[in-house]
């Protein structure tokens, strides 16, 4: 499918206008950003860059997407007809930590071509990383814990498939999204659902035919009708060697300590306890006294726990004055009240867990952040990095209660 | 693009149990429906139908489907290979409004069968009824002037089509995304940014480069530098037959009347006035008394203004205790802490603005809500029926304070 026309109306109609006006061809440089964290993070992991990096050799127009484009000047058509773009992008490694103002990614070439990804662009980062954000704080509650993601349900089904990636990245063990796992490659699991009891003559022929099916290693379902009972028929049935139950409604904290009791009362010792329904960062955390042994996590994941969007922005920076591959580029800034920016390209340096230096030029002391884009889509390489990121966190940039950014990113006295 | 994939493992694992033990074939009857409407929300859009109506014929499973389904039994993937799914389907018409109860899918046949849509239903449902929930209430706010959906960059880029189709159902006028027009015929416009602005020697240049492109009619941005300068700037470039200016920063109610007041001295009197830049439904009532001629609205809408998902459930209702199409079906329910639900299968009729009968025969009084899927993807139907529907509203089902649903589809007595 072509991702051409996955874009805002504007980007076209402004590129016939600047071609007209002969600055399409002109250098310029755009950043992403974000102008502040959803309110109280304190800090955000970006993702997107992997599937960024497989949709943008596919930004190409051919006939039927020029067919939809016929309120622009055949002049125009004809500058987009095949052209393959020649920008230079660059980006933070998908997983990396950013704060308000890091320049994850930046797209260098003429003004023309570098419009035409803006809306793409931000669609992919702002959805992935709005997920990876908000997995990562699951991630950092669940303290080892096994985290499944299953909230494709609640998303859109392509978004769902994105959203199992990011999470994943973010540290998640697990998704439910079987196209997740053809297409990213991310592992996935599944149990039963209510239903599958319900539609049995029982709970103890349902848990029978799962056994059968799945093996004693599998996870049963207890809470569809009696949760106590259903602990003792999942043991009846799959015997003490019963790999897990899940638990999906009334208080965990309540719910678990009794299940524990139960099973190891049933000798079912090792038995896992998984615990399901809405949960979000703040209740993994308080379950932390618990004996649960993995979480599955839906709705707040795939939202992005409250903040469905990261907030990032796709701006000017820089601009050459006159046409040419070569020409100098000067920084160009807005002063829209609120909504200005910092002209010129930055550099973007990891000086310490909480300071982030942005340099008008390249060198410099720090950690640089930036590489070069499309990079290819190696998740287990964006899952290391997220890893690393958050091991490197401060005490006070892991808390989950509402606070401010632990760093920003900060241009550097020249 | 295959959609047999698009859908959680347990769907498929506890296919592969039921085959074996025998219930697979049963039939059954499963409703869609949310225990609650989001918080402080008084009613719900239900959209999704007819993306659903296209997307159910794919449901199919093929070869290279099946190769990644190598955890179920090879006579699983041989009762799946090709299998067209024969359910019968029903749903509220796309656009219709909702109450907490409302059956708004209802998915009857073999239980194997059924279990397959449950993710992809829920998906759709979910995504596209959040979207036009939040945008039915924005376009109420609105009190008949237009709005434009402009929130691509702000969401996953294939939900952005989605939401773009979804928000135009429940009136907005217009969509920035290209897809959203090329894939569902949803009316498309667009302006310009600052980065335009940016790119060339002076506003000056700019507008008048975007004049000679789109006309004297088409928008311009008049707030990069400084707005005053920009609207003199804006008329002297385009003349007095300027289409409309757009003003994205600053307090809209503060710096529309200035930029009204300007444009009248200016003699630019038919000149419109477009706000953008966060607005949400509480703001786009607060600018009712200003003079404001359209709305553009990005990231509220898209990300269903507080509540991005709808919170629809699939469950089993009823279910046959023998095989055979023609069994008799009885009412199944769980009674889980907290997540109950009512046996049997319901017809849904509505009787009047804040009554909504459920009953488990097809006869009664009221209009009946429920019709056969697939039906199509008829846009301009779904518009309609979302146009009527908001119109028989009570008054306090329209306020957008919080408050309680506005009714809720109970269950009559036999």
Same mark, same amino acid.
């Given at each position: ?33 974000? =102008? ?17 990096? *497989? ?12 067919? $939809? ?26 997983? @990396?930590?950013?704060? %308000? ?24 980062? #702002?959805?992935?990383?709005?997920? !990876? ?7 950092? !509650? *669940?303290? $080892? ?8 349900? =609640?998303? $859109?089904?392509? +978004? ?9 990245? !973010? ?5 439910? #999204?079987?196209? +997740?796992?053809?297409? $990213? ?46 602990? &003792? ?87 050459? &004055? ?14 829209? @009240? ?16 909480? =300071? ?10 720090? =950690?640089?952040?930036?590489?070069? /884009? ?12 997220? *890893?690393?990121?958050?091991?490197? /966190?401060?005490? @006070? ?16 006295? %020249?």
């Amino acid at each position: 499918m072509s991702t051409a026309l996955l874009t805002d109306r504007y980007e076209l109609t402004m590129l016939d206008a600047a071609l007209a006006s002969g600055v399409a061809e002109r250098r310029t440089v755009f950043e992403v950003f974000a =102008r502040r964290l959803p309110p109280g993070r304190r800090f955000g992991v970006v993702a997107g860059q992997g599937r960024l990096s *497989a949709l943008l050799p596919q930004v190409l127009y051919g006939s039927d997407d020029l067919a $939809h484009l016929d309120f622009l000047r055949p002049a125009t058509r004809a500058w987009l007809d095949g052209r393959p773009l020649s920008l230079s992008i660059s980006g933070y490694a998908e997983g @990396e930590t950013y704060a %308000p103002g890091s320049p994850v990614l930046t797209v260098e070439g003429c003004f023309g071509e570098a419009l035409l990804l803006e809306t793409l662009v931000l669609s992919v980062l #702002n959805a992935d990383t709005a997920v !990876a954000s908000a997995a990562a704080r699951m991630v950092l !509650a *669940a303290r $080892h814990r096994p985290l499944i993601e299953m909230g494709s349900r =609640r998303t $859109h089904e392509q +978004a769902a498939v994105s959203a199992a990636r990011a999470a994943y990245i !973010a540290g998640f063990a697990l998704s439910s #999204n079987l196209e +997740a796992g053809r297409r $990213h490659g991310v592992p996935t699991a599944g149990t039963s659902a209510h239903a599958f009891t319900l539609v049995h003559e029982s709970e103890a022929a349902a848990f029978t035919a799962q056994v059968a099916s799945l093996g004693a290693g599998t996870t049963l379902l207890v809470d569809t009708y009696d949760t106590a009972q259903g602990i &003792r028929t999942a043991v009846q049935v799959a015997g003490t060697e019963l790999g897990a139950i899940r638990l999906d409604s009334g208080d965990p904290r309540v719910e678990v300590p009794k299940a524990r009791a139960l099973l190891d009362e049933l000798g079912a010792m090792r038995t896992r306890i998984v615990v399901t329904g809405d949960l979000d960062e703040h209740q993994i955390e308080s379950l932390a006294p618990q004996a649960v042994d993995a979480y599955g996590v839906g709705t707040s994941v795939v939202t992005g726990s409250g903040a469905p969007t990261a907030g990032f922005v796709y701006k000017l920076v820089a601009a050459a &004055r006159e046409d040419g591959a070569d020409a100098l580029l000067h920084p160009v800034a807005k002063t829209s @009240e609120g909504k200005g920016t910092v002209g010129g390209r930055k550099w973007a340096f990891r000086c310490g867990p909480e =300071r982030e230096a942005l340099r008008l030029h390249a060198g410099g002391a720090g =950690r640089p952040l930036q590489r070069p /884009l499309p990079g290819g889509d190696d998740l287990a390489a964006a899952r290391a990095t997220c *890893a690393e990121a958050l091991a490197e /966190l401060t005490p @006070e940039a892991r808390r989950l209660d509402p606070g401010p950014p632990a760093w920003t990113a900060t241009t550097e006295d %020249p």
